[in-house]
């Protein structure tokens, strides 16, 4: 069974930073592709940023030049550091792994979600 565990969130001022870590367990980390996404009160989960199993990343166009996704295949750990944060990107985190094909990512497995806030 894939277990997705999220930390790292919290309250940060606009400008400040947080890194965000999602450890997983439960089958072979090493060739899945892995995704953050995000949800604000109202709106729609959104993707944020995703990573393949070989290392190659995608960004939503709103976190590009400010986010980073990476992972850790020996750790089981895939990890988003979020720099120049804006009040629009509170949300709720969550980390997924799916499959990636066909240029696309798709999400099988979530974890429970972690709570940024970014306000002064």
């Known amino acids: 069974q894939v277990q997705l565990v999220e930390s790292g969130g919290g309250l940060v001022q606009p400008g400040g930073s947080l890194r965000l870590s999602c450890a997983a367990s439960?089958?072979?980390?090493?060739?899945?592709?892995m995704g953050w996404y995000r949800q604000a009160p109202g709106k729609e989960r959104e993707l944020v940023a995703r990573?393949?199993?070989?290392?190659?990343?995608n960004y939503a166009d709103s976190v590009k030049g400010r986010f980073t996704i990476s992972r850790d295949n020996a750790k089981n750990t895939v990890y988003l550091q979020m720099n120049s944060l804006k009040p629009e990107d509170t949300a709720v985190y969550y980390c997924s792994r799916g499959t990636y094909y066909s240029s696309s990512y798709y999400p099988h497995y979530w974890g429970q979600g972690t709570q940024v806030t970014v306000s002064s």
């Open positions: 439960g089958s072979i980390f090493s060739g899945n592709a």
């Open positions: 990573i393949t199993s070989g290392g190659s990343t």
